[in-house]
T-cell receptor, first 114, second 114 residues
């Protein structure tokens, strides 16, 4: 969905490096999410944010941190990258209104940690 | 905790035929939503169809329809008149009312054969 953008689309980094993945949205949604996709495991939630002042850990938050700079921007950081963080990372957004639980995904960032 | 199971890792079908992808889930809650997402080779996560648990009527979107069996906790996706562009990974996903996160199955890789 072009309304949710992620940068970079692909990234190669080395073990121990700090990297940031960025997500921006023009949908006007309050809620934003970061997921990780590994082969055979589906997508798993890393962090989510219901508004600028609300940050919550997901099921696999260890080794990651996030920043919600504005309603439209939600960044994921790997403080010290390790090879098992090699994965496809997705940002998603959803409206806050009850009954609007659909999440809309960005195009994904493929990360390779050497 | 909620779980989603997709028991068919791979499927293939001839173009123009009908195919059904299976999904079961486990929850003790009564208010929730179910989704099917499609991930083509471009890796974009695309919403195919959504079902509200409180609705008895099965959702339909053009060639896509679901068979939602709440008591059996089953949520299958039927694709009619399959097309080459339907070739993709298909993920079943679940979220509770309030939408803290999506729980995904491990996916079914569907190949449409010309």
């Amino acid at each position: 969905d072009a309304d949710v953008t992620q940068t970079p689309r692909n990234r190669i980094t080395k073990t121990g490096k700090r990297i940031m993945l960025e997500c921006s949205q023009t949908k006007g949604h309050d809620r934003m999410y970061w997921y990780r996709q590994d082969p055979g495991l589906g997508l798993r939630l890393i962090y989510y944010s219901f508004d600028v002042k609300d940050i919550n850990k997901g099921e696999i938050s260890d080794g990651y941190s996030v920043s919600r700079q504005a309603q439209a921007k939600f960044s994921l950081s790997l403080e010290s990258a390790i090879p098992n963080q090699t994965a496809l990372y997705f940002c998603a957004t959803s409206p806050a209104a009850a009954g609007q639980e659909t999440q809309y995904f960005g195009p994904g960032t493929r990360l390779l940690v050497l | 905790a909620q779980t989603v199971t997709q028991s068919q890792p791979e499927m293939s079908v001839q173009e123009a035929e009908t195919v059904t992808l299976s999904c079961t889930y486990d929850t003790s809650e009564s208010n929730y939503y179910l989704f099917w997402y499609k991930q083509p080779p471009s890796r974009q996560m695309i919403l195919v169809i959504r079902q509200e648990a409180y609705k008895q009527q099965n959702a339909t979107e053009n060639r896509f329809s679901v068979n939602f069996q709440k008591a059996a906790k089953s949520f299958s996706l039927k694709i009619s008149d399959s097309q080459l562009g339907d070739t993709a990974m298909y993920f079943c996903a679940f979220t509770l009312f309030g939408n803290e996160k999506l729980t995904f199955g491990t996916g079914t890789r569907l190949t449409i054969i010309p």
